[in-house]
């Protein structure tokens, strides 16, 4: 082995043994041995005696596309709305999960053999009911409370939804304007988000849900 200097070969020497850990040698030594097997491979393909493969490209956007494939059309354009807002990521990704089925309600969780007891499956608003996600969200009574005083305030009549798609769709009927449709579909987020802000309060801190309290947070988040 020889070292360049000023360009030039140095004279050559043998080498016989390593370098102690931290030797300030260390990174030249690996950059030289990445260089020189760099050099290697690139010879070897250019001679076709090593060829690439790939094994895919793995991007947000080609998980999205596969995502909405697995659904049917009219579940594709409701995934789409999840990310076709300026709501923060975090509220995209749950109306995404909301929208899927995943949102890990008590039902949900007893599913997958998460053991909360008999009676805590019952719905944290009401007591009455297992809470199911178009319970919790929609069917509720403290559900449909804060839906009604929403569209209240909007001076909007409100309409019974039983699920996610009907109450979004019966929502985006009633924009103004093509360019007003993402702030507009964002008050909509701010419903489902608060509502399952207060029901994660009202489990894990014990606070009592409030109409009043969670339209302060809705005008807040809007």
């Known amino acids: 082995m020889s070292v360049l200097i000023n360009g030039s070969s140095g004279p050559q020497f043998s080498v016989s043994r390593g370098i102690r850990q931290e030797d300030p040698m260390a990174p030249f030594l690996f950059l030289i041995v990445a260089e020189g097997l760099m050099g290697l491979v690139k010879s070897a393909i250019n001679k076709e005696l090593f060829i ?124 103004i304007e093509v360019n007003c449709r993402d702030p507009w579909r964002m008050l909509w987020f701010s419903v489902i988000w608060s509502i399952w802000l207060m029901r994660n309060e009202a489990i894990f801190e014990g606070k009592r849900p409030n109409i009043r309290m969670i339209m302060e947070l809705i005008k807040l988040r809007s």
Request: charged share 20%; glycine share 6%.
């Open 52 to 175: 690439g493969f790939k094994v895919g490209l793995f991007t947000l956007k080609s998980f999205y596309s596969q995502q909405i494939g697995l659904g049917s059309v009219d579940d594709g354009a409701l995934l789409k709305k999840c990310w076709l807002t300026c709501a923060p990521s975090k509220v995209c990704c749950f109306i995404w999960k909301l929208f899927r089925g995943r949102v890990a309600t008590k039902e949900a969780l007893a599913e997958r053999n998460v053991c909360l007891g008999q009676h805590n499956l019952n719905c944290v608003f009401c007591l009455s009911h297992c809470e199911f996600l178009d319970h919790l969200f929609f069917t509720c009574n403290f559900a449909m409370d804060v839906w009604k005083h929403f569209y209240d305030w909007l001076l909007m009549p409100m309409r019974l939804s039983v699920n996610s798609a009907d109450s979004l769709h019966y929502h985006d009927l009633h924009y």
